[in-house]
């Protein structure tokens, strides 16, 4: 798996009403919930190494170190950046940033690694016995 490190990758998105935090339960908090920004994170992440990985690898999340800075009404459009800053034997760690239109809501680091599927499921499985 090649990608080089630097690499980044740009998603958006409009804050609808499920992504905000009175959807999970949080009533009247009518604003983009954390967990929400943190799968976004994660997501884009994913999606920047997945072109580059072989027939049969997958990546899994190991650690986050997030900030969510500010608030994000229903309605306003988020924006979402990973940036491969490490790459050592499977281990990947994005720098992530996000905004919405009146500046910065997200920053920090994602790690994840890069597994073989079949034999993570196979451990994964042996776990259930």
């Known amino acids: 798996m090649t990608i ?4 980044s990758r740009t998603d958006s998105l409009v804050v609808g009403p499920d992504h905000l935090a009175s959807a999970m339960g949080n009533d009247g908090v ?3 919930a954390t967990p ?3 799968l ?3 997501n884009t992440s994913h999606q920047l190494i997945l072109p580059h ?3 049969g690898q997958a990546t899994v ?6 900030r969510h800075l500010k608030a994000t009404p229903l309605g306003m459009r988020i924006w979402i ?6 790459a050592e034997r499977r281990r990947r760690l994005f ?7 009146e500046g910065a809501i997200l920053s920090g680091f994602h790690e994840r690694f890069v597994v073989e599927l079949e034999r993570f499921l196979a451990q994964s499985h042996r776990r259930q016995s």
């Not at 999340?61 to 997030?66: A, I, T």
């Not at 720098?95 to 239109?101: C, P, S």
């Open 30 to 32: 009518d604003v983009l």
């Open 4 to 7: 080089a490190i630097g690499a």
């Open 81 to 86: 950046t990973a940036t491969l800053r490490e």
């Open 95 to 101: 720098e992530i940033a996000a905004h919405d239109e």
């Open 40 to 42: 976004f994170a994660e």
């Open 61 to 66: 999340g190991s650690h986050l170190d997030l």
């Open 36 to 38: 929400k920004l943190v």
């Open 53 to 55: 990985l072989a027939p």
